[in-house]
C-alpha cells in the first residue's frame, strides 16, 4: 500500500468523525467533480435503486416523462416569445407577425410552442388512462391521481389563455365559444365570465387577464404542483408494481441502479421526442388566420378543439346540464375515483385481470356504437321541445334525457355484472372505458363532422364561412 494514503482502517476514530461532519471529499479532476454534480441532481429526482419490472416501455409508455419534457419546452419557448409579444388587441397580432419576419427563428419558436402544447394535452390524457389502466391511483397513490386531475385542470386553462393570445379571427371566436359556456352556470356564472372576459364580451381586458393568467399565475401552480406530483412518487415507493414483480414479494426481481439504466431510457427518449419536435415546428406552421374581428364570426364558430366535445354535448342536452352538470360530475367522479375503486389487490397490472381486457374491449364497441346512434336519433328524430311543449326546456331538454342516459348505464351496468359476472373493479372499468369513449366520439363528430350553423357534415365537406 502507498505510504500517502492511510488504509481507512488505520484512521483514528476521532480523524473519520471529523471527516464525515466536514465537506465531502470530492474527485480530484474536472470530469469527476461534474459526474458528481450531475449524479446528485438525478438521485435528489430519483431513488438510486429501482425494481427493473418499471424500466418496461410498455408499462409507463414514457407518458408522465414526455408530459414534463414538453413543460420544460413550453416554459422555454413561452419565455422567448414573451419577449416579442404585447398583450394588446392589434399590436398583439402584429407581433406574431413580426415573428416571421423580424425575430430570428420566431415563427419556429412559435410552431414549437403551439403544437408542443396541443401535444401535452393529448400525452397527459394518456397519462392518465395509463394510470388508470394499471390501478396506479389506490391506497397512497390517491393523493398525486388528485394533484393529477388539478394539473389537468391547468394544462386546459393554460392552453385556452394561451389560443387568445395571437388575436387572429380563430382566437377571438373560439375564445368568444369557449367562455360562453360559463353564462349557462346559475347566479356565478355570469360574474365569474364577467371577471375573467374584464366585461360582457372578448376585449382588450381579456387579452390582458389571459395574458396575466397564462404567464404567470397558471405556470407557476403546474410547476408547483409538479413538484409535489413528483416528490409524492417517490414518497409513494416509486411505481406501482404488481405484487408478482414486487421484490418485497419475489425474490426473482433484480433491481438495478438508477443511473445508467433508468437515466439512459429517460434521455434516449427525450432525445427522440425532441428531434420529432423540432422536425414537427419546421416544416408544419401553427395556424394564424386574419386579424379579429367582433363584427364578423365565422360559420360555424367552434371552441378549442379540446372542448368541441362539450360544445357536442350542448347542441343535444340543455345547456345547464350539457354544458356545467355533466363536465362537473366527471370530474367529481374522477376525483372520487381512488375512494370507491380501493382494492389494492390488482394493482399494477394492465386492466385488472383477462376478463377486464375482454371487457374494455366490449366497452369501447358498444360506447362508439350507443354514442354514435344517440348523437344521430336526437340530430333527427328526438324532438323534446316539440312533444312537451308546456314543459320547461331544463325539464324537457335536460333532466329527461339525462335520466334516460343514467337509466341505460344502470342498465349496462345489470348486464355487465350478470353476464359477465364482473366484479366492482372491473365494473367501474368497464365505465371508465365506455365514457371515455364517449368523449372521443363527441370531440371527433365535434371537430370534423360538423358544418355551418353546426350541422352535421362529411368531413370532406367541411369549409369555413
Ligand atoms: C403535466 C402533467 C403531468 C406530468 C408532468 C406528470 C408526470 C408524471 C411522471 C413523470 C410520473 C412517473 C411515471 C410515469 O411516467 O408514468 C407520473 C406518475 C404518476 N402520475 Fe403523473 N403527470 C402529470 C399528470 C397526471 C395526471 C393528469 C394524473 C391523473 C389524474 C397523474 C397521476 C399520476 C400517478 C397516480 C402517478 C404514479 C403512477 C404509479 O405509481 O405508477 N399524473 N406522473
Ligand atoms: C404548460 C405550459 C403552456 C402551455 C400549454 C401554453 C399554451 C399556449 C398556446 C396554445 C398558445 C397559442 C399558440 C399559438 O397558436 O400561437 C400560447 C401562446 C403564447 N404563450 Fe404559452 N403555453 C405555456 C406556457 C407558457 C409560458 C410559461 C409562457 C411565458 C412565460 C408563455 C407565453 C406565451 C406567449 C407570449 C404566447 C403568445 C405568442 C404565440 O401565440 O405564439 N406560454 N401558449
Redesign the pocket.
Known amino acids: 500500500m502507498d505510504k500517502e494514503t492511510p488504509s481507512p482502517t488505520k484512521s483514528s476514530f476521532i480523524t473519520r468523525f471529523w471527516k464525515a461532519l466536514g465537506p465531502p471529499t470530492l474527485p480530484t479532476d474536472d470530469r469527476g467533480r461534474m459526474r458528481m454534480v450531475v449524479d446528485n441532481i438525478v438521485l435528489h429526482l430519483h431513488p438510486t435503486k429501482i425494481p427493473e419490472s418499471t424500466l418496461r416501455w410498455s408499462y409507463t409508455w414514457g407518458l408522465g416523462g414526455l408530459a414534463t419534457l414538453?413543460?420544460l419546452i413550453?416554459?422555454?419557448?413561452?419565455?422567448f416569445?414573451?419577449l416579442?409579444?404585447t398583450?394588446r388587441p392589434e399590436q398583439?397580432y402584429l407581433?406574431?407577425l413580426a415573428?416571421k419576419t423580424n425575430v430570428w427563428f420566431g415563427d419556429f419558436?412559435?410552431n414549437l410552442?403551439?403544437w408542443?402544447?396541443?401535444l401535452?394535452?393529448v400525452v397527459v390524457v394518456l397519462h392518465l388512462w395509463r394510470v388508470f389502466f394499471t390501478a396506479a391511483y389506490r391506497d397512497q397513490r390517491a393523493n398525486n391521481w388528485i394533484i393529477g386531475i388539478f394539473m389537468l385542470l391547468?394544462?386546459l386553462g393554460?392552453?385556452?389563455?394561451?389560443?387568445?393570445?395571437?388575436w387572429d379571427q380563430?382566437?377571438y371566436w373560439a375564445i368568444t365559444v369557449g367562455t360562453g359556456i360559463l353564462s349557462y352556470l346559475p347566479i356565478i356564472g355570469a360574474p365569474i365570465s364577467q371577471t375573467l372576459l374584464g366585461g360582457p364580451e372578448v376585449s382588450a381586458a381579456t387579452l390582458l387577464n389571459f395574458?396575466s393568467l397564462?404567464?404567470?399565475f397558471?405556470?407557476i401552480a403546474?410547476l408547483a404542483l409538479m413538484s409535489l406530483h413528483f416528490w409524492r412518487i417517490r414518497k409513494d415507493g416509486g411505481l406501482t408494481i404488481s405484487k408478482r414483480e414486487d421484490p418485497a414479494y419475489n425474490t426473482n426481481i433484480k433491481r438495478v441502479t438508477t443511473i445508467p439504466y433508468l437515466v439512459r431510457r429517460e434521455l434516449i427518449w427525450a432525445l427522440i421526442w425532441m428531434g420529432i419536435l423540432l422536425f414537427w415546428a419546421a416544416l408544419v406552421p401553427?395556424?394564424?388566420e386574419g386579424i379579429a374581428n367582433p363584427e364578423i364570426s365565422p360559420n360555424p364558430a367552434k371552441a378549442?378543439w379540446y372542448f368541441l366535445g362539450i360544445q357536442e354535448l350542448l347542441l343535444h342536452l340543455h345547456p345547464l346540464i350539457g354544458g356545467i352538470i355533466v363536465p362537473i360530475l366527471v370530474v367529481v367522479f374522477l376525483l372520487l375515483l381512488p375512494f370507491y375503486d380501493a382494492d389494492s389487490d390488482n394493482v399494477g397490472i394492465y386492466f385488472r385481470s383477462l376478463r377486464g381486457r375482454y371487457l374494455s374491449l366490449i366497452a369501447v364497441g358498444t360506447s362508439l356504437i350507443i354514442t354514435t346512434i344517440w348523437l344521430v336519433a336526437d340530430e333527427f328524430f328526438l324532438n323534446w321541445n316539440t312533444w312537451l311543449p308546456t314543459w320547461p326546456s331544463l325539464v324537457s331538454e335536460g333532466i329527461i334525457p339525462l335520466a334516460l342516459i343514467l337509466l341505460g348505464l344502470l342498465i349496462l351496468d345489470e348486464l355487465v355484472k350478470k353476464w359477465f359476472k364482473a366484479n366492482l373493479e372491473e365494473r367501474i372499468l368497464f365505465f371508465f372505458v365506455f365514457l371515455f369513449s364517449s368523449l372521443v366520439v363527441l370531440t371527433v363528430v365535434g371537430i370534423f363532422f360538423r358544418g355551418p350553423s353546426m350541422s352535421l357534415i362529411w368531413p370532406w365537406q367541411a369549409t369555413i364561412h
Open positions: 414538453l413543460v413550453l416554459g422555454l419557448t413561452g419565455t416569445l414573451e416579442n409579444y398583450p398583439a407581433d406574431i415573428l419558436l412559435r410552442h403551439h408542443s402544447a396541443n401535452l394535452i391547468l394544462v393554460e392552453n385556452f389563455t394561451g389560443y387568445l393570445l395571437p380563430l382566437a395574458y397564462h404567464i404567470s397558471i405556470p403546474i401553427a395556424p394564424l378549442p
